[in-house]
Structures are given as C-alpha cells and as structure tokens.
C-alpha cells in the first residue's frame, strides 16, 4: 500500500481535492439548487458538443473494448480493466436498480419542477430513471483509474485522471445525472481499480503468472 501511494500520491492527492470540492458543495446546496448552477453555463454550441460526445467515454462497450485491447498484449492488464469494470459495474448496477431508484434531472425538472427552465441538448437521449449512482462515473473512475495505475508516467497518470473528471462532468453537464450521483460513481470506481491492483498489477505468484502476452510466439 506505501509504494502504491508514493507512486501515485498525485493522482489521490488531485482526486481527493476533487472530491472535497464536490462534497462541499453537496452539503451547501440541494440537488436542485446545485443542478441549476452548474445548468447554467451550458449554451455554447462548442462545449455543448463536446461534452454531448465525450460523455461516450465513460461507456461499458468502451471499457470492454480497452480492456480485450490491453488483453491482447498483456493478459494480466486486460484482465485488470475487465475485472474492475465487471466489479464497479455491477456495484453501480445494483444500487440504481434495486436500492436507490432516484429520478434523473430530466424527469425531475419536466414533472415536478415545471417553473424551472433547464437547458437540454440537441440530440442527447434524456432518460428519467435510475440515477445513483451514475454509471458512467463509475465507469470512466473505473477505467482511467486502472489505466493510471499500470504506468509509471506521471503526466499520463494526471491526464487519465483528467479525462475521468471531464466524463464524469458531463454527465452533470448534459443533465444526465446530478452532482451526488457522479460523486458516488467516482468513488466506486476508484475504490473498485485500487483493490483490484492488488490482485493483478501488484507482484504476487498469481500476477505474475499473467503478466504474459495473449499469444506468445
């Protein structure tokens, strides 16, 4: 565990000022109140598309596709990614669908908060249901965490973290989730990454027996 925090104190380091920031802000607004602030900086047409489709980062198929990716080369890393995702994924999973069964911001606003005007954007797949946590959150976290982990590049492990906070945000920012729902999502998906280091990444006889490519010549 000392190792594993001396080589990526950085990346918990930036991750838990993060997560401070968002829990102050939980604690000093209501979820509408909270949604209606971050809604409104949402209208231009550049950052509007960008996150609409960066949002796609934090999908399964996506997880699935780098984790057979890193497979092929490294059974050990690809059953890494894999493994977490399945794990977080199906955390995330039961939570949304059999213990908190939250309605989404667009059901929300458009049912029960009809005086209040939220920006929606062009072309996005509104759902209604099953909000926290937010499955994407949980799966960018997942992924990127994973991916930081496995390389001893500084810089990479700060953008792997970037990309997962921007697709996590998107998901406010498109009014997809809210803020408490990405915020669960993050922690499920980082906790999920690190536990598993310890089964994959981190040397042990079992580790090590898959740190071999898939096919080997």
């Known amino acids: 565990m ?10 918990y380091t930036l991750y838990l000022l993060a997560i401070v920031i968002a829990a102050i802000y939980l604690l000093s607004f209501d979820k509408i109140t909270l949604h209606q602030k971050i809604n409104s900086v949402v209208g231009n047409p550049l950052v509007d598309s960008f996150f609409k489709y ?7 198929l996506l ?3 780098i984790g057979i990716v890193l497979l092929l080369f490294n059974i050990r890393n690809g059953l890494y990614v894999l493994v977490s995702h399945f794990i977080s994924g199906s955390i995330s999973s039961v939570c949304k669908n059999y213990l908190f069964n939250y309605t989404r911001p667009f059901f929300t606003f458009d049912y029960y908060h009809k005086d209040i005007k939220i920006k ?23 992924v990127f965490t994973c991916l930081a982990l496995m390389t001893t590049n500084k810089i990479l492990k700060i953008i792997f973290l ?12 498109i009014s997809q989730h ?18 598993m280091y310890f089964v994959f990444i981190k040397p042990n006889s079992f580790s090590d027996k898959l740190n071999r490519p898939f096919i080997q010549s």
Request: aromatic fraction near 18%; proline fraction near 1%.
């Open 178 to 195: 809210w803020l408490v729902d990405i915020f669960a999502g993050s922690i499920i998906g980082i906790s999920v990454s690190t536990a």
């Open 162 to 173: 970037c990309f997962a906070i921007m697709a996590a945000y998107s998901r406010i920012y």
């Open 2 to 11: 000392k190792q594993l925090l001396k080589n990526n104190w950085l990346f």
């Open 120 to 142: 929606y954007i062009e072309g996005v797949d509104y759902i209604g249901q099953f909000s926290f946590p937010s499955g994407h959150a949980t799966t960018a976290f997942t």
């Open 63 to 65: 997880a699935i596709l």
């Open 54 to 60: 960066f949002t796609n980062v934090g999908d399964g």
